[in-house]
């Protein structure tokens, strides 16, 4: 079971499931790899503007934060077999846990020190 408060997601693909989680350095990874911030992405995914590298990148980084060594060979046929359009609306949900925990969490640290 995933614990969202570590940013772990079970992103489901058919009757696959692959643990992920986006921890503070996978998402550097992303930035630096895609050449723009985490909310910028989540931005142009809702807007359906994101290519299939800033979906497959995303998805690397997020498996192997999970614990599965995977190659991007890999995830580019888990993206082939389960579809471009379904991969890329579990991505987006993976985007919004993995922003909305952090914002929570964020939030709750404020408080206390308040």
């Not at 079970?10 to 050449?35: F, H, M, P, Q, W």
């Not at 993206?79 to 993995?98: D, P, R, S, Y």
């Amino acid at each position: 079971m995933p614990n969202p408060m570590k940013g772990e997601f079970d992103l489901v693909l058919g009757k696959e499931v692959y643990k992920c989680r986006l921890n503070i350095d996978a998402l550097i990874k992303v930035e630096t790899e895609l050449g723009k911030g985490i909310i910028q992405l989540a931005t142009e995914i809702s807007q359906a503007k994101i290519t299939l590298f800033e979906i497959t990148t995303v998805l690397y980084y997020a498996v192997r934060g999970g614990g599965k060594d995977v190659t991007k060979k890999d995830i580019n046929n888990i993206v082939a077999t389960h579809g471009i359009i379904t991969v890329c609306t579990e991505v987006a949900k993976l985007l919004v846990a993995t922003l909305s925990d952090a914002e929570a969490d964020s939030e709750g640290k404020q408080q206390a020190e308040e």
